[in-house]
């Protein structure tokens, strides 16, 4: 989910492991692991510039949920890599919402 700049417009970007080709899942697995959201440090700890854009990337792995709030201004090498790979994937969804 990406949300905030001047329109606050949110923007859902979705995309399920079980509907990839093997290879993709993994990758798709392997980015995520690296994106290291959950290491003291991590982009989800930085706080958020003004205005600017949020990354909520939540993870699901066998029943367990994990939700990472991330700030365009503070994001690694690895998370902006993890969500381009899944913005640019052709296997995954779109939505757009107004804020609220």
Do not use: C, F
Not at 72 to 94: F, K, M, Q, V, Y
């Amino acid at each position: 989910m990406r949300g905030g700049g001047l329109a606050g417009l949110v923007s859902t970007t979705a995309i399920d492991t079980a509907a990839l080709p093997a290879t993709e899942a993994d990758r798709l697995r392997s980015l995520v692991q690296r994106a290291e959201l959950s290491a003291p440090g991590a982009p989800a700890e930085q706080a958020p510039a003004p205005d600017a854009e949020l990354y909520q990337v939540i993870v699901e792995d066998h029943g367990k949920r994990s939700t990472y709030t991330l700030s365009e201004a503070h994001l690694s090498g690895e998370a902006r890599e993890l969500i381009n790979w899944i913005d640019t994937s052709p296997h995954h969804t779109e939505s757009l919402e107004p804020p609220g």
